[in-house]
């Protein structure tokens, strides 16, 4: 099986994994304007296992998607060898492993980032996916969690000794994980730099990152090392890469009304410079994901779509009056007649 990782010409910008976001309609989008690996949002392995109707619709990909990877979480490593199976049936070209959601449906049953206090675990599903699958598994995990969960400790109010408080501090790190995992043959890692315990503000801790860079090009330097964490322009990309040594990073909310991002990181990270979007190309971007969206889904899909218009024209002298409008668009003549007052 090809391992298209290595394919890639770095640095990679990879649009990463947002349950609720990264539909097929946008993974397309984002390959249009330059994405060089798209991921799935988070599904199920339970579900898959199950054959669950609504868990298989994630994993309907257009061609023009590849390469494509789709993520999987759950906490039961048993189920993920044939959720592995089927994505590769279906035509992925890797597969992802969550250890970074920190979403309480997910992390609150022991899934997610949570999984990474529990190495041996994690092991086990890595295993999984490999015996069942062929392809290249990735792996998302966050920079670091704490070593035991600090309201289970103080539940109670008795105070906590000191020991405990110790055992609070201890961080279970993503080079930890990395260095569990030495003998396991990972085709990438993307590393949110941020703490189970910061979920999504502050700078990345582009320290973790880097040693996890350090650590994983000795032992394996075919691995991919994408760092990920406040990419929101193409300055941020080359601040990661240049503090970090990654081979890529990973693009999450800077998308968020911008998918060109890709288009504007590529061009600065090569010439080290960009141009901002012009209002026709931007109307450009909103049809053609609008026509995506439809194709994919039809009015369901431009039911979807409404959040990224309202984000498409946040900012905009007339956003208010336009947002009340976006809410409701049922087709694409809706969104073709908006888009002549932006
Ligand atoms: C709405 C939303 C959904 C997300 N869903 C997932 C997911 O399904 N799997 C995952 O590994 N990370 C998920 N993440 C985390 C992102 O992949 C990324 O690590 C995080 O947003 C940090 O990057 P940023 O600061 O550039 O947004 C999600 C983030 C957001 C905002």
């Given at each position: ?43 199920s392995?339970d ?26 979480f759950g906490k039961h490593p ?20 969550n250890f970074g959601c920190p979403a309480k449906k997910v992390a609150g049953h022991g899934g997610g980032v949570t999984l990474m206090r529990d190495l041996p675990k994690c092991r086990q599903i ?15 995990l966050r920079s670091s969690i704490n070593s035991l969960l600090s309201s289970r400790v103080r539940r109670g109010g008795r105070g906590i000794s000191e020991n405990k408080e110790e055992e609070i501090n201890k961080k279970i790190t993503a080079l930890d994980f990395?260095?569990f ?11 949110h730099?941020r703490s189970y315990e910061k979920p999504f503000e502050g700078?990345?801790d582009?320290?973790m ?134």
């Open positions: 099986m090809v391992n298209f990782w290595i394919k890639i010409k770095p640095p990679i910008l990879a649009l990463a994994p947002m349950a609720g976001i990264t539909d097929s309609a946008f993974r397309q989008l984002c390959r249009h304007y330059g994405a060089d690996v798209v991921y799935t949002e988070m599904i392995a579900g898959l296992y199950y054959d669950s109707k609504k868990t298989l619709e994630f994993l309907k990909i257009d061609k023009k998607e590849h390469p494509v990877v789709a993520q999987l048993e189920k993920f060898s044939k959720a592995a199976r089927l994505c590769e049936q279906v035509g992925f070209d890797g597969i992802d492993i890595i295993e999984a996916v490999l015996a069942g699958t062929k392809l290249p598994i990735s792996v998302k990395l260095k995992m030495k003998d396991l043959p990972l085709a990438a890692a993307m590393i730099g700078e990345p582009y320290e990152i880097k040693k996890c860079v350090q650590y994983q090009k000795g032992i394996n330097p075919q691995c991919a090392i994408i760092g990920n964490g406040g990419i929101k322009k193409p300055e941020d990309a080359k601040k990661m890469i240049e503090l970090t040594g990654v081979d890529g990073v990973g693009l999450a909310r800077g998308l968020y009304g911008r998918p060109w991002l890709f288009e504007q990181c590529h061009k600065y990270l090569k010439a080290g410079k960009y141009s901002e979007f012009a209002v026709a190309d931007i109307k450009k971007a909103i049809l053609l994901h609008g026509r995506l969206a439809f194709a994919a889904k039809k009015k369901h899909g431009l039911v979807e779509l409404r959040k990224h218009l309202l984000w498409y024209v946040s900012g905009r002298p007339n956003a208010k009056a336009l947002r009340a409008q976006l809410v409701r668009v049922e087709s694409i003549s809706d969104i073709k007649k908006i888009l002549k007052n932006i």
